[in-house]
């Protein structure tokens, strides 16, 4: 009997009530007429995999404004192992920071063992800048929820280089993180994408400047491993095993589906997606193969944003074949520029290799 192997699962639910002026996700409105039929489609598309999943994702959007109730019922179709990771994003302010309307307890009941929060900052002036509704005695207030419904594993996003952010208002967001019991945080650089609000008033944002922005990446490394978070990608530290076993995925270029609106897979080699409309995807529309997908420099480029970075062990296991000398004479070259370093059969970035991350791994990639 042919075993099935296990792969990771990406649900994306693209429903929020206001749109956060630096977003360029894909998100419409949630009336409720759009909303059941979506979870119908879900489901339909989850019935019609012969698959079974270890790590869940559900990614928006505002995926809690869902509901336990739907929530549960997408959970009780989905097919996963005993060890499953199941992450939930949240929005504090529609998670019953202030009316307690979102049933942490029934989401766990149902498989959901991980949270993803969107803090952004822990200075309400920066929050509101960033056009959060809550404040950050909402997000303490969702926060204690979860752990009393049981979910231990929470991460908080955090924002860098934001409006009127300063080393001193970093720290007090990074002191909030280690003191809210949270074992993982995604801190991010603002990018200003093209289509958003942010990007209309770009001449009008108090912004810190690329060199102030670079110490507020450092400083986010430095202090947060100092309280226990190591850092396990560019943008990601988490205590000891906390690590999102489902984004590894992705950068280890390892198999997953991706079920809704705007959703990407790569299965069988094969890169697919689902189109930026929910109306189609609830319509049955099928995803638009992307070509082949896992090839050397995609490989390459996902490895290098790992701290672990890529194994030239893994690289010859998977491909056949060393990685050419021009580009281990090129990696040579970035690590005396203190770019990169070289232990234990693996190529990686160093901090500030990691703040240069796309020039450099451009570099490394024209060597294959």
Not at 22 to 35: A, R
Not at 160 to 171: A, R
Not at 221 to 237: C, D, P, R, T
Not at 313 to 341: C, S, T, V
Request: aromatic share 10%.
């Amino acid at each position: 009997m042919t075993m099935i192997k296990p792969i990771g699962l990406y649900l994306h639910i693209p429903f929020c009530r206001g749109k956060c002026p630096y977003c360029d996700f894909y998100s419409v409105y949630p009336d409720e007429e759009t909303v059941e039929a979506y979870v119908s489609g879900l489901i339909r598309k989850i019935d019609r995999e012969d698959r079974i999943y270890d790590t869940v994702y559900f990614g928006g959007g505002t995926p809690s404004l869902l509901g336990a109730e739907r929530i549960s019922r997408i959970m009780s179709r989905i097919r996963r192992t005993e060890n499953c990771e199941a992450t939930l994003e949240c929005n504090p302010s529609d998670t019953g920071a202030v009316d307690s309307s979102f049933d942490f307890r029934a989401a766990a009941e149902s498989g959901i063992n991980r949270i993803s929060m969107g803090l952004q900052s822990a200075v309400d002036s920066e929050r509101k800048a960033l056009g959060r509704r809550a404040g950050c005695d909402d997000v303490s207030r969702a926060v204690e929820r979860i752990f009393r419904a049981g979910i231990r594993n929470v991460s908080l996003d955090l924002m860098l280089g934001i409006p009127f952010q300063t080393p001193e208002s970093l720290e007090k967001s990074i002191d909030f993180c280690a003191s809210s019991g949270a074992s993982h945080v995604s801190a991010y650089i603002l990018k200003i994408e093209e289509g958003t609000r942010f990007y209309e008033k770009r001449n009008e944002l108090i912004l810190p400047d690329e060199d102030e922005t670079c110490e507020l990446y450092l400083q986010t490394v430095s202090s947060l491993e100092s309280k226990g978070f190591h850092q396990y990608e560019i943008s990601n530290f988490a205590k000891e095993g906390f690590e999102s076993r489902h984004n590894l995925k992705y950068w280890r270029c390892e198999e997953y589906l991706g079920i809704g609106a705007a959703a990407h897979s790569f299965v069988d080699g094969k890169r697919f997606f689902y189109g930026r409309n929910a109306e189609d995807f609830i319509n049955g529309v099928l995803p638009v193969e992307d070509g082949a997908g896992g090839g050397e420099e995609e490989f390459v480029m996902l490895a290098l944003r790992l701290s672990e970075g890529l194994s030239e062990k893994k690289f010859a296991d998977r491909y056949g074949k060393l990685l050419p000398e021009k580009f281990k004479n090129k990696a040579d070259f970035l690590i005396e520029k203190g770019l990169m370093n070289y232990s234990c059969g693996a190529y990686s970035l160093t901090e500030r290799g990691f703040l240069l991350s796309n020039p450099v791994i451009c570099e490394l990639i024209e060597c294959l």
